[in-house]
């Protein structure tokens, strides 16, 4: 699901890595907004919050917005950057980097907060704005935009469409693929609540507090791992298949 690429990637590629990192979406989100009331995985408040501050001509106290978008606008770049640089490598699964970053990233403000006192809340949003950015990136690219996985805004709006559209067969008559993308965004979407509702569940009921964020850390490093090694088991098929069939 982090390998496959244009061509040779499916629907059901797509529905697994979106049902997986929408979990690990709700999951930050819910974190985030119970550590430190703000947003944690899109900028869309924060844009509207921005645009308030500078319209009432408070430069100083919108900086902090400007800083969150500013966040979320450098881990998509820098996601984005990694995977144009090392994807000629045919050796190297050019995502790796990228879902390393997110892990590091979650998994440092999860055991800091268990040693130091956390100080300074802006900088930890920022982080987690930050790692979303990169999720947001990598998986846009891994699926050809056809997922995200962050924020639900054009999800519902894209759902909408779709939904709608079953009911005039004879202007989309491609109605299985229809079928497909209503699926994945419902998957998208269940996931999203399913990761938000077990990490409010985590953070304040069984008070795991920040450490949240390495349970959603855990998953990403399960499924990349799995990953790796499920297309391994694939190559090496392939390999004896081909010898098998030479002799």
């Keep these: 699901m982090f390998r496959h690429q244009g061509k040779s990637r499916t629907t059901k590629h797509n529905l697994r890595i979106a049902t997986i990192l929408s979990f690990v979406a709700g999951i930050v989100n819910v974190s985030g907004f119970l550590a430190f009331k703000q947003l944690t995985t899109n900028v869309t408040g924060h844009f509207a919050l921005f645009i308030y501050d500078v319209a009432n001509l408070e430069f100083w106290i919108g900086t902090i917005y400007f800083l969150y978008i500013f966040s979320f606008l450098f881990g998509s770049f820098l996601s984005s950057f990694?995977?144009?640089k090392f994807?000629?490598?045919r050796q190297l699964n050019v995502f790796v980097l990228p879902t390393l970053?997110?892990?590091l990233v979650l998994t440092s403000i999860g055991v800091l907060s268990?040693?130091?006192?956390?100080?300074?809340?802006?900088?930890?949003?920022?982080?987690?704005?930050?790692?979303?950015?990169?999720?947001?990136?990598?998986?846009?690219?891994?699926?050809?935009?056809v997922v995200r996985t962050t924020?639900?805004?054009g999800l519902f709006t894209d759902l909408g469409i779709d939904i709608s559209q079953l009911f005039f067969p004879k202007s989309h008559h491609n109605r299985e693929k229809l079928k497909?993308?209503?699926?994945?965004?419902?998957?998208?979407?269940?996931?999203f609540f399913a990761g938000g509702f077990i990490g409010g569940f985590l953070y304040s009921q069984l008070h795991f507090a920040l450490n949240t964020l390495i349970f959603a850390t855990l998953i990403l490093l399960a499924s990349l791992f799995f990953d790796d090694f499920r297309y391994k088991i694939i190559k090496t098929r392939r390999k004896y298949t081909r010898k098998s069939v030479g002799a």
């Design 114 to 145: 268990n040693f130091i006192e956390l100080k300074y809340p802006d900088l930890i949003v920022c982080l987690l704005l930050f790692s979303m950015g990169v999720q947001n990136s990598f998986v846009t690219k891994i699926s050809n935009a």
């Design 151 to 153: 924020h639900l805004t």
């Design 180 to 191: 497909s993308q209503i699926k994945l965004r419902i998957y998208i979407i269940l996931f």
């Design 82 to 84: 990694l995977i144009e």
């Design 101 to 103: 970053i997110e892990c």
């Design 87 to 89: 994807k000629e490598s």
